[in-house]
């Protein structure tokens, strides 16, 4: 009775989860490709990726050369997790304007071209927490932690410091068929979005 019980669980998530996907992505064809902005020029948009290139170089020295196509990797909720979460910073620091929801298809459109520098910069921040842990399913990184912020000035900003235990930065490496869960560094990453600076 209990395997039955799993099994039909197991499978009204994964009709919940296909359906969701469908709507999920024609809306997201809905949506629009480009940022709602509180009257942010293309130029001073372009300004904020800047900075978060050149902020987050050290998490990407890492990150892209290991493995640039982590993205992929990831699982459908995790990279809707992780745009959310970004699109509620860019939201609360008012970089952007916008329902968060709307924003953050627009956020995971952008990421998911992992050659454009705003994707690279942004996925490559991706942290172990202390009490938000990612764990390892079906060949899958699950993410519960993602931080990213814009202060005030609407610079993208990072504050980080070297640290020897398991917190940092993570990327999915394959090995034969399988994929694992690898530390590439150990730099701590957390956000000042009040004043923003890097040390």
Known sequence: MKKICLFLGSFLMFVGLVCSS????????NSGDSFINNGLTPAEEARIKQQASQVLQMGLKYYFEKNPLVWNYLSAYSKQAISLQIAQSLISSGAVRGNAREVS???EKELSNTSSDFAKKCWATMQYG????????????????FRIGVNKEKNVMFNYTKGTNTQGYYAVVKEGNAYKLDL???????INTDNGYER
Do not use: E
Request: hydrophobic share 40%.
């Open 22 to 29: 469908v709507a999920y992505a024609q809306h997201w064809k």
């Open 105 to 107: 298809y627009m956020v």
């Open 130 to 145: 202390a009490t938000a842990h990612p764990y390892y399913r079906n060949g899958q990184i699950i993410l519960s932690d």
């Open 184 to 190: 590439i560094s150990s730099i701590q990453a957390s």
